[in-house]
């Protein structure tokens, strides 16, 4: 089971369009983005795919761009993060007890992998799911990060549904928690508000609670 790997070309059509943006922008990072965070963290933050002028940018999952800003801003609140802020992976900011990472780690063209390039990508998500403890929290950003930790488990889609605050307990005693994406599209039309975020957030925290 493979770490991950920021010198991947696995699927070509995210290599090419990586090597075109390596082109187009060469302050850029674009290539796979790691994850971030503690590596002994007991929440797992699992997000879509590196965006454009955040991650892809900045070569931190979630920074530099907008959809980061209400994720950063509410881990720091409930004391997941030493800053409300994420600018560059140089910024100094560190996770307690939360790791983030994407179902994909390469940029995907108009932000959208297509289902070969997450399931070549999965096994990278599943390396990680391994090195959880058996109570570790699960916070799926979106269908598509929802789905793809469950073809890390090789368990049934249609046994856990998709919908925002939903929670479901997995057979290994891990908990997922399922939330919209924090995107600029799902903030700015109220699909996602800031109350009903920090509301899965906080029963993510307290999940953490329990004993493992």
Known sequence: MPEYSVHCVECPRLA???AHVRERFRGYHARPVAPFG?????LL???LAPGMHGANRSGRP???DHAGILLYQTLHRVGLASRPESIDRHDGLELYNCRIT????CLPPANKPTPDEVKTCNRYLQYELRGLSESAVILALGQIAHKAVLQAFTLKQSLYKFSHGAEHRLPNEMRLIDSYHCSRYNTQTRRLTEAMFEKVMARAVKQLERKP
Do not use: E
């Open 38 to 42: 503690d590596s002994q963290a007991r």
């Open 16 to 18: 090419s369009h990586l």
């Open 102 to 105: 994407n179902a994909v780690k």
């Open 62 to 64: 979630f920074t530099g």
């Open 45 to 47: 933050i699992v997000g």
